[in-house]
């Protein structure tokens, strides 16, 4: 556990914390006035290895060197040059702060950060954070690395859950939900859709799909996979054989009955650290998941319109409604692919660096 002091004077500006992996979705923008939940759980903060907010330099302004030096390898809009590594956490778990009225940004319903640090130190007036909560964005509450101090704090130090725990006991994420939006007089409104969090870890998983496709095409297993990632492959990707074939894989699941080329694995919630095979599919090559989203995957839940037998009577309510379904295809957040995608030293290939340049321009607008 950890509680994070201010630089300038000490004073504690969190509650105890403990550190996870960084939620995919943390850097996405959803839809257009929507109400997005807290990013991370309370309790709990991760480390953000890139910059982010501004200040922003234009592609053309970054030489390839330095690019590469930070881990981007194909040409981006424009890329932040604020200090890397803040650590972000809750709203709910700030302490010792206050807001900065002239920091507002240019924010819609909220507060965005585009002016940098929002939130200051109440002892020091140090700014020491920025605070996120505007419309389409996770709400959330960055840490500057260079404002703040990790200390540990006395008190038991739980190991991470093990892969066996993780696929026991780990919570899945649904697919579907209900996303708030911006009501007008009659109050909030509602709709049902994908998952953001589903759209976000498709968009990351997808670039190294694309990767391990190595420019032939790719074949998912059928069913909800094949929902989230096959139309977007087969657009992407060339048609005709050979095909390079997908399976899940992870803790407690049997091993492939033949060598398959690519495993969807999951990605432990605390660590960070992609699950690894033994064996025969050591080979293969991985591509990360979301725990939540992997169990889901692995284990979707079954929604049965009449029970499994009989059929209920004539004047008995049904009290299992069929579920809502979105009212469009799945799509995979373009935002977080293109992140990967160029973060990623294969991106540097002819045939990857045309789609990347193809979601650039807005090609394939269907499948985002």
Same mark, same amino acid.
């Given at each position: 556990?950890?509680?994070?002091?201010?630089?300038?004077?000490?004073?504690?500006?969190?509650?105890?914390?403990?550190?996870?992996?960084?939620?995919?979705?943390?850097?996405?923008?959803?839809?257009?006035?929507?109400?997005?939940?807290?990013?991370?759980?309370?309790?709990?903060?991760?480390?953000?290895?890139?910059?982010?907010?501004?200040?922003?330099?234009?592609?053309? +302004?970054?030489?390839?060197? +330095?690019? $590469?030096?930070?881990?981007?390898?194909?040409?981006?809009?424009?890329?932040?040059?604020?200090?890397?590594?803040?650590?972000?956490?809750?709203?709910?778990?700030?302490?010792?702060?206050?807001?900065?009225? +002239?920091?507002?940004?240019?924010?819609?319903?909220?507060?965005?950060?585009?002016?940098?640090? &929002?939130?200051?130190?109440?002892?020091?007036?140090?700014?020491?954070?920025?605070?996120? !909560?505007?419309?389409?964005?996770?709400?959330?509450?960055?840490?500057?690395?260079?404002?703040?101090?990790?200390?540990?704090?006395?008190?038991?130090?739980?190991?991470?859950?093990?892969?066996? +725990?993780?696929?026991?006991?780990? $919570?899945?994420?649904?697919?579907?939900?209900?996303?708030?939006?911006?009501?007008?007089?009659?109050?909030? &409104?509602?709709?049902?859709?994908?998952?953001?969090?589903?759209?976000?870890?498709?968009?990351?998983?997808?670039?190294?799909?694309?990767?391990?496709?190595?420019?032939?095409?790719?074949?998912?297993?059928?069913?909800?996979?094949?929902?989230?990632?096959?139309?977007?492959?087969?657009?992407?990707?060339?048609?005709?054989?050979?095909?390079?074939?997908?399976?899940?894989?992870?803790?407690?699941?049997?091993?492939?009955?033949?060598?398959?080329?690519?495993?969807?694995?999951?990605?432990?919630?605390?660590?960070?650290?992609?699950?690894? @095979?033994?064996? @025969?599919?050591?080979?293969?090559?991985?591509?990360?998941?979301?725990?939540?989203?992997?169990?889901?995957?692995?284990?979707?839940?079954?929604?049965?319109?009449?029970?499994?037998?009989?059929?209920?009577?004539?004047?008995?309510?049904?009290?299992?409604?069929?579920?809502?379904?979105?009212?469009?295809?799945?799509?995979?957040?373009?935002?977080?692919?293109?992140?990967?995608?160029?973060?990623?030293?294969?991106?540097?290939?002819?045939?990857?660096?045309?789609?990347? $340049? &193809?979601?650039?321009?807005?090609?394939?607008? !269907?499948?985002?």
């Amino acid at each position: 556990m950890f509680v994070f002091v201010c630089a300038g004077c000490g004073a504690e500006l969190t509650t105890p914390l403990s550190q996870v992996a960084l939620p995919v979705h943390a850097r996405q923008t959803y839809g257009n006035g929507t109400q997005l939940p807290v990013l991370m759980q309370p309790g709990t903060f991760a480390v953000d290895p890139d910059p982010w907010g501004g200040p922003w330099r234009m592609w053309d +302004e970054i030489d390839p060197d +330095e690019a $590469e030096a930070r881990g981007i390898y194909a040409p981006v809009y424009a890329l932040s040059d604020s200090t890397p590594g803040a650590s972000v956490i809750a709203p709910g778990d700030i302490r010792g702060t206050r807001l900065i009225p +002239e920091k507002r940004g240019g924010a819609c319903c909220g507060l965005d950060g585009a002016d940098g640090p &929002n939130m200051a130190c109440e002892a020091c007036d140090l700014p020491v954070a920025t605070r996120v !909560d505007d419309c389409s964005l996770w709400q959330a509450v960055r840490l500057s690395s260079d404002a703040v101090h990790r200390v540990p704090v006395d008190g038991m130090h739980a190991a991470p859950l093990s892969w066996a +725990e993780l696929a026991d006991k780990g $919570e899945e994420a649904p697919p579907f939900e209900p996303i708030a939006t911006w009501g007008g007089r009659l109050g909030p &409104n509602h709709y049902w859709s994908w998952s953001p969090r589903w759209e976000a870890a498709a968009g990351q998983a997808l670039a190294h799909l694309l990767v391990a496709s190595h420019g032939r095409p790719v074949k998912v297993p059928d069913g909800l996979t094949a929902d989230v990632f096959q139309r977007a492959l087969d657009a992407l990707l060339p048609a005709g054989p050979p095909e390079r074939r997908a399976v899940l894989a992870g803790p407690g699941r049997p091993s492939p009955d033949s060598g398959p080329d690519i495993l969807l694995v999951p990605v432990h919630p605390q660590t960070g650290q992609t699950w690894t @095979p033994a064996g @025969p599919t050591a080979s293969a090559h991985l591509v990360p998941l979301p725990l939540g989203i992997w169990l889901w995957l692995v284990s979707p839940q079954r929604y049965l319109p009449v029970p499994v037998s009989g059929r209920i009577p004539q004047d008995v309510l049904r009290d299992e409604p069929l579920p809502l379904l979105p009212s469009h295809l799945f799509r995979v957040d373009r935002e977080t692919l293109q992140h990967t995608l160029v973060r990623l030293p294969a991106v540097r290939s002819p045939w990857l660096r045309t789609i990347t $340049e &193809n979601l650039t321009q807005g090609a394939s607008a !269907d499948l985002f």
